[in-house]
Nanobody, 122 residues
Framework: QVRLVESGGGSVQAGGSLKLSCVVS????????LGWFRQVPGKEREGIAV???????GYATAVKGRFTISKDNANNTLYLQMNSLKPDDTAMYYC????????????????WGQGTQVTVSS
């Protein structure tokens, strides 16, 4: 069982920044695809950023150019740096892990963090 523990959510005004962290089980960190998803009530959980084991990254159109996904190999930690935040970014944010290739579908990820709330006010 892959364990993921998130932190870093909070409230910020539009235009501000937040950085989310997710500590990942050591055995999964090196070889798994890791991703960030978000969900608002009544909507599907959507993938917004993924990072492959070799460090390659991918972003959803809605966050590209504003959010950056990265890994700290020394601490088995996944990050999501969020800049130029908008009220539409308000959601519960989750980190997730899956074996092998990356996917944008939540159904392909078996392991999830507990979620952290991000609220952006106008």
């Amino acid at each position: 069982q892959v364990r993921l523990v998130e932190s870093g959510g909070g409230s910020v005004q539009a235009g501000g920044s937040l950085k989310l962290s997710c500590v990942v089980s050591e055995y999964a960190y090196a070889t798994y695809c890791l991703g960030w998803f978000r969900q608002v009530p009544g909507k599907e959980r959507e993938g917004i950023a993924v990072i492959v084991s070799d460090g390659s990254t991918g972003y959803a159109t809605a966050v590209k150019g504003r959010f950056t996904i990265s890994k700290d190999n020394a601490n088995n930690t996944l990050y999501l740096q969020m800049n130029s935040l908008k009220p539409d970014d308000t959601a519960m944010y989750y980190c997730a892990a899956k074996q092998s290739y990356c996917s944008w579908s939540r159904n392909d990820y078996a392991s999830w963090g507990q979620g952290t709330q991000v609220t952006v006010s106008s």
